[in-house]
């Protein structure tokens, strides 16, 4: 194999953190270069939604520790703006040039914005990156009235913040209840409730018509049901969409995130491999074994975490490469539960209720496709969870097999 001289990590991320670890570890010796957006070095994100906007002294440092071995150059605050395959180079924005060998894509997720073309006034904020965080944590101050748009975990963890700080929360959920489409009916029913009794407004089947502003600055919310909602501070928790935009024109498919082969590699439009680039994280889309290999775009941290990893060994053994076989998931806090996952539960067709003692503030539920278990749940029931985690994985391994791979057409180098 040819072992590349100068690797590029674009996404000062967790994913592109525990990449350019695994290439040191794997033995890489090269020049590694880490190109970031954000002026920070990588940074926790679960953190923000929750210690850094209810700390009540000086928000916590959400810096991940960096190994001194790593030996990087760092070239933070300079997004990419455009990638060459056939050169194989990476464009900044303010002009420079980076040319590699090979390629690590780790740039993450944006926040997704209020559809339209005009921006919403000043006070209808995101939370996605750091300075966001920082900057809503200044909003969120006792007796402000403050909206959260959307009903997923985000929306949830930063309701519950909110209130948390001493806010007049108003949760708005365009479906019948909270994380419905993520977790469904019974885990939803549940998280009402936690909402509800923390004291939260918590309207469903409800969107935003428009947002009012008197001089630039937000004053109320025009609803779905007719009514107007006087607010402070609105926050969007609308989901998240792929960084791709600095893509265009590349030749890679990134209709829904970076289109990836079962090791991470990424896809040109023609389904052949680009060579010497591999994807993780976020923005990677990739074909999950629990899925029958389908493409997935997975927004959790182990998976930021395991893909980072699993994308260094790619570039590290190319001619045996293996499988990407991560078992998803996810956890969240609100008003005091502790919620775990494992798998997918989003694509279960069948929910089963192992366990359901609301007074004890204790739920468990199995997520199952044709009859196969896909994914569980627990609420105050965390050390369950390791016996779906063992079975979600055997699947994997059983859908991936351990033979050694095919390797995929490759276009031209």
Known sequence: MTVPAELVIVGASLAGLRAAEALRAGGFAGTLTIVGAEPHPPYDRPPLSKQVLTATGPPPDTTLPVRDDLHARWLLGRPAAGLDIEHRTVNLSDGTAVPYDALVITTGAVARSWPGHRPPPHGVLTLRGLDDALRLRGELRPGRRTAVVGGGFLG????????????????????????????????????????????????????????????????????????????DT??????????????????????????????????????????????????????????????????????????????????????????????????????????????????????RVVEREPAAGRLEVAYEHQGRLVGALTIGRTARLAAYRQELQRRGNEATGRDRPVPARRGPR
């Not at 913040?161 to 993520?182: D, I, K, S």
């Open 156 to 231: 949830s963890e930063v309701a519950a913040a909110a209130r948390a700080r001493g806010a007049h929360v108003t949760l708005l959920v365009a479906a019948e209840q909270p994380l419905l489409g993520a977790v469904g009916t019974e885990v939803g029913a549940h998280v009402a409730a936690l909402h509800r009794g923390a004291g939260i407004d918590l309207r469903t089947g409800t969107t935003v018509e428009a947002f009012e502003a008197e001089r630039g600055r937000l004053v109320a919310l025009r609803l779905s049901d007719g009514s107007r909602l006087p607010a």
């Open 234 to 351: 609105a926050v969007l928790a609308l989901g998240a969409v792929p960084a791709t935009r600095w893509l265009a024109g590349a030749g890679l498919d990134i209709r829904a995130g970076i289109r990836c082969d079962a090791y991470l590699r990424a896809l040109r439009q023609d389904g052949t491999v680009a060579p010497g680039v591999v994807v993780a994280g976020d923005v990677a889309s990739v074909p999950h074994p629990l899925a029958g290999g389908r493409h997935l775009l997975l927004g959790h941290w182990t998976n930021a975490a395991e893909q980072g990893e699993a994308a260094a060994r790619t570039l590290l053994h190319p001619d045996r490469p293996e499988p990407f076989r991560g078992v998803p998931s996810f956890w969240s806090d609100l008003h005091g539960a502790r919620i775990r996952s494992v798998g997918l539960p989003a694509l279960a067709d069948t929910v």
